[in-house]
């Protein structure tokens, strides 16, 4: 899905994330028995492309996250499913 950058609920929906990703990484850290399969969203710049993608198989580090592209890429050509 493609969105504006002026996209009031998508900003809304990032602002919201960021405010509460110290939550999101102490439950990934420490999940209860029945969380699993976290993901995170992840801005991906190829020149003036940007796209957003899903990050699977997470680790977290030193205040990174890393992990596995999990959706196909519409416009960006540097990262790929996998």
């Given at each position: 899905?493609?969105?504006?950058?002026?996209?009031?609920?998508?900003?809304?929906?990032?602002?919201?994330?960021?405010?509460s990703?110290?939550?999101?990484?102490?439950?990934?850290?420490?999940?209860?028995?029945?969380?699993?399969?976290?993901?995170?969203?992840?801005?991906?710049?190829?020149?003036?492309?940007?796209?957003?993608?899903?990050?699977?198989?997470?680790?977290?580090?030193?205040g990174?996250?890393?992990?596995?592209?999990?959706?196909?890429?519409?416009?960006v050509?540097?990262?790929?499913?996998?």
């Amino acid at each position: 899905m493609s969105v504006t950058d002026d996209d009031a609920a998508m900003n809304k929906a990032i602002s919201d994330a960021r405010a509460s990703v110290g939550e999101f990484i102490t439950r990934f850290q420490n999940p209860s028995f029945d969380e699993s399969d976290f993901a995170v969203k992840v801005p991906i710049n190829d020149g003036k492309q940007t796209e957003h993608f899903w990050l699977g198989d997470l680790s977290y580090s030193n205040g990174v996250f890393s992990g596995t592209i999990n959706n196909d890429s519409e416009t960006v050509k540097t990262v790929s499913l996998g």
